[in-house]
């Protein structure tokens, strides 16, 4: 029984250690490109849809492989997917992957007029394949390319300089924009040399003839001896004219040419509505004080460049004004008119007790500005150096007149303006004629005292 039992014992440790030299079995994974049999590093490898690992630099990935099939996916971008099942007795796996087929779009542009290129003619070629295409109304075409893949790209089209290029191709589609030299077509660019901005309207001039003028990009386009020495002059009023001598080459498409401003002055003229200079005014362009009114009422804008200004007219006591100017057009005179501005003066209305007096009506100048409030206060606005009547009437009260002029820039302190209350002449009346009624019995009176004493002397002289 004990030999029994020794034999059992021994039979279940092969048993185990069968079992763990099967579960040890390991795969070695190497992943290929399926062109030039280069490694491919970093692709992702999944075991029954679970993700196990990266493929290392040399392409690589070691995988314990266990019992029964293994369902494997690999991936890697610019690559198709790789999938297969491998027998877990399997110690190495060589996985070759196809290079993804993608698309290159080409599109053509003329380099002056920025216009496609129809028509043009494209050839393609890689260490494996060629092909070629001709670009359409758009100046665009497609080839079928394969990531990861050196090209070589060829373009030709009529009246434009041939052009060539190499392009390397990623894991993704890619596009690629060129533009073609012509031939026989040169650009001129103009910019103003501060702000950079297109110059419109500047003549171009070579070896003595005009070619035209630049348009609103501050371009023109225009045919050109090449390989030729040439004189150009670029003029535009308000700018000093550049002078060139040039030898253009084939290769050269475009001149670009920035004029300098030729400083300008300006005169801004301020008046009142009576049309009265204003003196002392001062005049801001982008925010800076630059000149101020003389007793003419005339500031000087000095050395600025031809262009629109946004300028501002400002004196105490008068409103602003914003306006816009342009001084690229030959004018220089700019008139300004500034009114008056007005001031907050605030009118407490009271009785001779001191009392505030509401609802009472306030008039400037036989105008209505308006009634107090219960505190017997009214705010209103008064024009800066005119002269104001001040009319305040109320029922039972005698109409008060105040007179009020604030000069220029001063502030306003509160006016407080006192009602006296009106005599009722009817109630005068009333008490007068009571007194008189009064009077006149009391006059009865006496005399009927009077009569009675003169009877009584008759009867003792009797």
Same mark, same amino acid.
């Given at each position: 029984?004990?030999?029994?039992?020794?034999?059992?014992?021994?039979?279940?440790?092969?048993?185990?250690?069968?079992?763990?030299?099967?579960?040890?079995?390991?795969?070695?994974?190497?992943?290929?490109?399926?062109?030039?049999?280069?490694?491919?590093?970093?692709?992702?490898?999944?075991?029954?849809?679970?993700?196990?690992?990266?493929?290392?630099?040399?392409?690589?990935?070691?995988?314990?492989?266990?019992?029964?099939?293994?369902?494997?996916?690999?991936?890697?971008?610019?690559?198709?997917?790789?999938?297969?099942?491998?027998?877990?007795?399997?110690?190495?796996?060589?996985?070759?992957?196809?290079?993804?087929?993608?698309?290159?779009?080409?599109?053509?542009? =003329?380099? +002056?007029? *920025?216009? /496609? %290129?129809? $028509? #043009? @003619?494209?050839?393609?070629? !890689?260490?494996?394949?060629?092909? &070629?295409?001709?670009?359409?109304?758009?100046?665009?075409?497609?080839?079928?390319?394969?990531?990861?893949?050196?090209?070589?790209?060829?373009?030709?089209?009529?009246?434009?300089?041939?052009?060539?290029?190499?392009?390397?191709?990623?894991?993704?589609?890619?596009?690629?924009?060129?533009?073609?030299?012509?031939?026989?077509?040169?650009?001129?660019?103009?910019? =103003?040399? +501060?702000? *950079?901005? /297109? %110059?419109? $309207? #500047? @003549?171009?001039?070579?070896? !003595?003839?005009?070619?035209?003028? &630049?348009?609103?990009?501050?371009?023109?386009?225009?045919?050109?001896?090449?390989?030729?020495?040439?004189?150009?002059?670029?003029?535009?009023?308000?700018?000093?004219?550049?002078?060139?001598?040039?030898?253009?080459?084939?290769?050269?498409?475009?001149?670009?040419?920035?004029?300098?401003?030729?400083?300008?002055?300006?005169?801004?003229?301020?008046?009142?509505?009576?049309?009265?200079?204003?003196?002392?005014?001062?005049?801001?362009?982008?925010?800076?004080?630059?000149?101020?009114?003389?007793?003419?009422?005339?500031?000087?804008?000095?050395?600025?460049?031809?262009?629109?200004?946004?300028?501002?007219?400002?004196?105490?006591?008068?409103?602003?004004?914003?306006?816009?100017?342009?001084?690229?057009?030959?004018?220089?005179?700019?008139?300004?008119?500034?009114?008056?501005?007005?001031?907050?003066?605030?009118?407490?209305?009271?009785?001779?007790?001191?009392?505030?007096?509401?609802?009472?009506?306030?008039?400037?100048?036989?105008?209505?500005?308006?009634?107090?409030?219960?505190?017997?206060?009214?705010?209103?606005?008064?024009?800066?150096?005119?002269?104001?009547?001040?009319?305040?009437?109320?029922?039972?009260?005698?109409?008060?007149?105040?007179?009020?002029?604030?000069?220029?820039?001063?502030?306003?302190?509160?006016?407080?303006?006192?009602?006296?209350?009106?005599?009722?002449?009817?109630?005068?009346?009333?008490?007068?004629?009571?007194?008189?009624?009064?009077?006149?019995?009391?006059?009865?009176?006496?005399?009927?005292?009077?009569?009675?004493?003169?009877?009584?002397?008759?009867?003792?002289?009797?």
């Amino acid at each position: 029984m004990k030999a029994s039992r020794i034999r059992f014992l021994f039979a279940l440790l092969c048993v185990i250690a069968f079992c763990s030299a099967v579960q040890a079995t390991n795969l070695l994974i190497t992943v290929q490109d399926n062109l030039d049999n280069t490694s491919i590093p970093h692709a992702t490898v999944y075991l029954d849809g679970a993700n196990v690992g990266l493929t290392n630099n040399a392409g690589q990935f070691l995988l314990q492989s266990g019992q029964g099939d293994l369902n494997l996916l690999i991936t890697m971008d610019g690559y198709n997917d790789w999938a297969g099942t491998v027998s877990g007795n399997t110690t190495s796996l060589s996985v070759t992957m196809n290079r993804r087929t993608l698309y290159l779009n080409v599109s053509l542009f =003329d380099s +002056n007029t *920025l216009e /496609p %290129v129809s $028509g #043009a @003619s494209l050839f393609l070629t !890689s260490a494996n394949s060629s092909q &070629t295409a001709v670009t359409d109304t758009t100046g665009a075409t497609s080839f079928g390319v394969t990531s990861f893949t050196l090209y070589s790209l060829n373009m030709t089209a009529p009246n434009y300089q041939p052009r060539s290029d190499t392009i390397e191709v990623d894991a993704t589609n890619q596009n690629v924009q060129y533009w073609l030299l012509s031939q026989n077509q040169y650009s001129f660019i103009v910019r =103003d040399q +501060n702000s *950079l901005a /297109p %110059v419109t $309207g #500047a @003549s171009i001039t070579v070896n !003595s003839v005009l070619l035209g003028t &630049t348009d609103a990009r501050g371009i023109l386009v225009a045919a050109i001896n090449r390989n030729t020495p040439l004189t150009i002059k670029v003029e535009k009023t308000g700018y000093q004219t550049v002078n060139q001598f040039l030898t253009i080459s084939t290769n050269e498409a475009v001149d670009s040419v920035t004029l300098t401003p030729v400083p300008v002055n300006g005169f801004v003229f301020v008046y009142d509505p009576q049309n009265q200079p204003i003196s002392g005014a001062d005049v801001s362009v982008n925010g800076t004080v630059v000149a101020t009114t003389t007793a003419y009422g005339r500031a000087t804008l000095q050395n600025l460049v031809p262009g629109s200004y946004a300028i501002v007219v400002s004196k105490t006591g008068y409103t602003p004004v914003s306006q816009q100017i342009d001084l690229s057009t030959g004018t220089s005179d700019f008139p300004v008119v500034l009114t008056l501005a007005t001031v907050s003066q605030t009118l407490f209305v009271q009785d001779s007790d001191q009392k505030n007096i509401a609802e009472a009506t306030v008039l400037l100048n036989g105008a209505v500005a308006g009634t107090t409030d219960p505190h017997g206060q009214l705010d209103t606005q008064l024009t800066y150096s005119t002269s104001y009547n001040i009319t305040v009437t109320h029922d039972g009260y005698l109409p008060q007149t105040v007179q009020q002029e604030v000069p220029l820039g001063n502030t306003t302190t509160p006016l407080t303006i006192t009602l006296q209350k009106n005599t009722d002449w009817g109630f005068v009346t009333l008490i007068g004629i009571g007194i008189l009624i009064v009077l006149f019995l009391y006059a009865i009176i006496r005399m009927a005292r009077h009569r009675n004493r003169h009877h009584a002397v008759k009867r003792n002289e009797i």
